[in-house]
C-alpha cells in the first residue's frame, strides 16, 4: 500500500509502514524532491538571485565612499545589522574584457561570509577565477566592490542567504 505525496506538480507513490521492499527508489526521489522544494525557501532578509552591473575601474581605497555601491535602489545588495546576525553571498561574475582589443571575458565565483558583533561588520571573501574584484563592507551592512582597470565591466550574479539577529 501507498500513499499518493505532490511536491510542486510531480506526485509520488510513497510506501506505507509495512510494505514490501522494493520502494527504495520511489522514496529516494520524494526525498530528493522534498529537498529541491526546501532549497527554495528563502527567510525575510535573504537575497534572490539577482544579476548587477559592475564598472571597470573602481578604485579600492580605505575610506568610503570609495567603492562602488554593490547595486542600486531594489537591487542593492545591504544587510541591517538590526535584523541580520550573519550571511552567505554566493555569487558569479563575468567582464566582458572590453578595455583592449586583445582581452577575453574574465569569470569568477566565490563566497563573501559576514557577521555584526553586535558594533561591527565582519567578512572573508573566498573565489575561485581571476575577475579582479574585490570587495568591503561599511558600519550599515552595505557591500561595495572595488574593480581592477584591465577587464572591462560585467555582471555579478548574487544570492543571499541569513540568519537573524
Known sequence: MSKCLQIGSCVFSYPEQGTNPGWGEDATCWAIAVTNQLNTISQPNDITLRSVIICNNINSCNSFPCGKTLGIGATKVRFSSTLVRSFCLDYTATRLGTVCNSCTPTYESGLISGIYDGTNWDFTHDFLGCAGL????????????????????????LKATTIAQ
Open 134 to 157: 574585490d570587495f568591503n563592507i561599511d558600519s550599515s551592512g552595505q557591500i561595495y566592490y572595488f574593480t581592477d582597470s584591465q577587464k572591462g565591466q560585467g555582471t555579478i550574479k
